[in-house]
């Protein structure tokens, strides 16, 4: 039986792992290329959900999550994505937007002083 890849406590968030998306660039992609209905889904089952959520996330360091708590916060991540799009546009792109193929965010190094 494989693993779950989220914390025991958020396994109904599971059919939503594939939000897990580590890099802006990429949670962008999968926003603009989704039909809404998923979108809808994503969000509709992880806003109830966030009280639970940042609790869970605010009692681990940020930089040494394990790998199903790092999951969960990337989906928070796509969370952030997505709702503009069920907010305010109702579809996955920015209605008379810049062109999203246009927008290229770059990863920004960790700049956390040493």
């Known amino acids: ?5 989220l914390p025991n ?8 792992a594939g939000w897990a998306l580590p890099t802006e660039r990429e949670r962008n992609h999968k ?3 989704s039909q809404m209905s998923e ?3 994503l969000y ?5 959900r966030m009280g639970a959520i940042m609790e869970y996330l605010n009692k681990l360091p940020i930089d040494g999550m394990p790998e199903d708590a790092q999951r969960l ?7 952030a994505e997505v709702a503009p799009a ?3 546009y109702q579809q996955p792109r920015v209605i008379d937007g810049f ?13 956390t002083p040493t």
Do not use: C
């Open 44 to 48: 509709d089952t992880m806003v109830p």
């Open 39 to 41: 979108i809808q889904a």
């Open 1 to 5: 039986m494989a693993k779950p890849s």
């Open 99 to 111: 062109p999203a193929e246009r927008f290229i965010p770059i990863d920004v190094p960790d700049m």
């Open 9 to 16: 406590e958020f396994n109904d968030l599971e059919p939503f």
């Open 31 to 33: 926003r603009i290329n």
């Open 73 to 79: 916060f990337h989906m928070t991540l796509s969370l």
């Open 86 to 88: 069920v907010e305010f």
